[in-house]
């Protein structure tokens, strides 16, 4: 059922913006920060594009509306809808399964049967927008099944996917009761991309052995009941990016350079400044660090006098008990910390329990010597990025766990660790604090050009053209 619809929409769970309503009902909005936000924006508005996704608060049924020259479609998600498919199947079942169980997955068929009603729910919205012959653009996780509803309603349609976090080896994967519909959902796309060639290459194992589908390369044949070829879908690897040049040119303000300069103040003008900046969740490895960290002063490699950390831990999925455990680990953690070592006028730890404005992030990320990304697993890491991408002086030591995707890309020039080995990684905390001058800028400049080089609009351009080189089918297929 095609309208005159738009020729992009984006699919994803969160809208560019949250949404409330004022006073007289009326919707008013702030733009959310992420990074899925900075990198998808101007391609929606350079295009006659429209964005589909959930406004941030229950039961908000709204009509689309327009803001920021993007066409907003508002998907209404109810306070058991949150419960059951973003707490529950999104954040509790799919999060810790595509991040190496960390935690144990939970799997309840009732939150299941909820996330298949809500990606038909966003499948219909995205229906509804879409121009004949339209491209949409499926984000994450939280939306496996869009794809396959929304061909059920469009065939006329170019259909990508983009998945941001991991995707698991097949053993893992596997554990999922519902992983032949998962895997189904996704084959829907035409193009289906991963963060890692290595992901990819899981998602195309997991078809394999749970499809009838051939597969050859990242090419999937997918045939009808008579042998049929009817289409192909391609998986593999477009690994995701910031606004380099932007966060570049931000941090080279005079503002944020005056910035970096009073934290450092403000901190006790500590020799080495280490720092974390992460969601406050279990994949990004703060306890490890923290660990790591507290071993040093123990064994007087490091002092409070020369050193301090800050570690920024914004809040996230505070409802999700897994989360909430760690926030008191963490805390208990630095607690322990800063009780045992810390001297008047020198805490061991800065921690801070909130986010930021990009402003103060980037006077952060230019005060520090040493940027801690210690994740157990992770999809991309766009932290560590913007650390680089701040850093236009060339210097500062970039730590950087093997398992996250970003190290793909930055691994030959970032200091490398395995942060499930604590002594490995406070030695590679140790090089970073004593590292030669001269290793640290060619390290940084290196990063630098990687960085400034794939930035995000270098990322949606490749997707979007890949994609758009697949063949449109006629209505009627
Ligand atoms: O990395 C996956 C992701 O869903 C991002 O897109 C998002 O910024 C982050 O996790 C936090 O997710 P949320 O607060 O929407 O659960």
Known sequence: MA????DLVIVANRLPVDVSLDDNGEPTWTRSPGGLVTALEPVV????????????????????????????????LSEDDLTQYYEGFSNDTLWP?????????????????????????????????AAPGATVWVHDYQLQLVPKYLREQRPDIRIGYFHHIPFPPLE??????WRKQVVEGLLGADLIGFQRGGDAANFV??????????TRGQMVTLTDANGRVERHVRAAAFPISIDSHAFDT??????????????????????????????????????????????????GRLSVEDATLVQVASPSRENVGAYQQLRD???????????????????????????????????????????????????????????????????GALVLSEFTGAADELGGAAILVNPHDISGLKNAIMHAVNIDPREARKRM?????????????????????????????????
């Open 172 to 177: 893992i994967f596997v554990q999922l009761p």
């Open 45 to 76: 508005q350079k295009s006659d594009g429209a964005w589909v996704g959930w406004g941030g608060s229950a039961d908000l049924e709204l009509e689309p509306f327009d803001a920021d020259d993007m066409r907003l479609v508002p998907v209404a």
């Open 97 to 129: 399964l595509y991040h190496d169980v960390i935690q144990p997955p939970t799997f309840h068929r009732q939150w299941w049967d909820a996330y298949q009603r809500v990606n038909r729910r966003f499948a219909d919205a995205a229906a509804a927008q």
């Open 3 to 6: 309208t005159a619809g738009y």
């Open 250 to 299: 931000m941090a080279r303000t005079p503002e944020v350079q005056q910035r970096a300069k009073e934290i450092r103040t403000e901190l006790g003008d500590p020799k080495v400044l280490l720092l974390g900046v992460d969601r406050l969740d279990y994949t990004k490895g703060i306890r490890h660090r923290i660990k790591a960290y507290g071993e040093l002063l123990e064994d």
């Open 205 to 214: 194992r997991a078809v394999r052995r749970l499809t009838e589908h051939t």
């Open 445 to 477: 400049r290196r990063l630098r050009r990687r960085v400034l080089e794939n930035d995000v609009a270098n990322w949606s351009n490749t997707f979007l053209s890949v994609l758009t080189a697949v063949p449109v089918r006629s209505s009627h297929v």
């Open 329 to 395: 680990d963490v805390e208990i953690l630095v607690g322990r910390i800063n009780g045992d070592y810390s001297e008047f006028g020198h805490p061991a730890i800065h921690y801070m329990h909130h986010s930021y404005p990009m402003e103060e992030m980037a006077a952060l990320y230019l005060a520090a010597d040493v940027m801690l990304v210690t994740a157990l697993r992770d999809g991309m890491n766009l932290v560590a990025k913007e650390y680089i991408a701040a850093r236009s002086d060339d210097r």
